[in-house]
């Protein structure tokens, strides 16, 4: 009976374990921009896969964050489980200057 319950700890650790390697502890602050891993509906395998960026409000315990939308049309507040929440990193988008199309035309 002993061996039995010591099998079963000892699968419980080397499962924590497994779980525990592929997960990041994260924390995030009032005014951090997130993304949100929102509930899909239906089966879209196209659809995006998270939505935002939404700000965050305040914790709301340890693993609880409150969120709200960034745009005033859609004022969106929900407290959600930070499983669900990626850190937003803005992209430096590039733009072509219409002049270098322009001497590429010239040299051909």
Do not use: C
């Amino acid at each position: 009976m002993a061996e039995a319950a010591n099998n079963v700890y000892e699968t419980h650790l080397q499962n924590k374990q497994r779980f525990d390697h592929h997960r990041k502890s994260h924390s995030f602050k009032a005014g951090d921009l997130i993304l949100y891993d929102w509930p899909k509906q239906g089966d879209h395998k196209l659809s995006p896969i998270f939505k935002g960026p939404f700000v965050i409000v305040r914790p709301v315990g340890a693993v609880f964050y409150e969120i709200k939308s960034t745009t005033q049309q859609n004022k969106i507040i929900k407290v959600v489980h930070v499983q669900h929440l990626r850190l937003y990193f803005k992209r430096n988008t590039t733009t072509v200057e219409e002049n270098s199309t322009d001497e590429e035309n010239e040299s051909h």
